[in-house]
T-cell receptor
Framework: KAGVTQTPRYLIKTRGQQVTLSCSPISGHRSVSWYQQTPGQGLQFLFE???????NKGNFPGRFSGRQFSNSRSEMNVSTLELGDSALYLCASSLAGIYNSPLHFGNGTRLTVT | AQKITQTQPGMFVQEKEAVTLDCTYDTSDQSYGLFWYKQPSSGEMIFLIY??????QNATEGRYSLNFQKARKSANLVISASQLGDSAMYFC?????????????FGEGTQLTVNP
């Protein structure tokens, strides 16, 4: 079974630009979550989608948005990029978005904002 | 207050020896799940082991076992027979049914180094 696939692996953008990251979950998984990892803040939850609906959202500004398609694939968009948005963005999928369902992560997209 | 506390920023172990990575948690939920993940320098987050709040037996997965002490709110990861490939960052995480919904709350991680 294929794992979680994130594209692209690396991205370099300039301040003010926008970026879209893509995530394909494990087949059959309906819950997709996004996390941001930085050396200073650690791993922080961005949002979670389940059956095309945003079910949970972390404490990030509105510049961070996402969506999920009918095939459970998800995209995350960051507009008006800031230097502080440089991070590893991890996507995770789970069979069901409940407390006893493990999250399986992709390899991440490393975003650098210059 | 920190929900997940990992008090060991770095740990060293000799190859083939066992090592325990500490994790304590804080929650008022009755239903929650505890997870351990391994993150090598390449960045991917690898799921290792899961323990549910209602599970009476400690979870085991190959060389990984979880020492779950519910009353003390601790969920330590034990790695037996350490291998060089075990060198990585290890994260303890929790998912709470009511308080945090579907989100995973992570600790700050422990950097494990296995020496030959």
């Amino acid at each position: 079974k294929a794992g979680v696939t994130q594209t692209p692996r690396y991205l370099i953008k300039t301040r003010g630009q926008q970026v879209t990251l893509s995530c394909s979950p494990i087949s059959g998984h309906r819950s997709v979550s996004w996390y941001q990892q930085t050396p200073g803040q650690g791993l922080q939850f961005l949002f979670e989608y389940f059956s095309e609906t945003q079910r949970n959202k972390g404490n990030f500004p509105g510049r961070f948005s996402g969506r999920q398609f009918s095939n459970s694939r998800s995209e995350m968009n960051v507009s008006t990029l800031e230097l502080g948005d440089s991070a590893l963005y991890l996507c995770a999928s789970s069979l069901a978005g409940i407390y006893n369902s493990p999250l399986h992560f992709g390899n991440g997209t490393r975003l650098t904002v210059t | 207050a920190q929900k997940i506390t990992q008090t060991q920023p770095g740990m060293f172990v000799q190859e083939k020896e066992a090592v325990t990575l500490d994790c304590t948690y804080d929650t008022s939920d009755q239903s929650y799940g505890l997870f351990w993940y391994k993150q090598p320098s390449s960045g991917e987050m690898i799921f290792l082991i899961y323990q549910g709040s209602y599970d009476e037996q400690n979870a085991t997965e190959g060389r990984y076992s979880l020492n779950f002490q519910k009353a003390r709110k601790s969920a330590n990861l034990v790695i037996s027979a350490s291998q060089l490939g075990d060198s990585a960052m290890y994260f303890c995480a929790m998912r709470e049914e009511e308080t945090s919904g579907s989100r995973l709350t992570f600790g700050e991680g422990t950097q494990l180094t296995v020496n030959p």
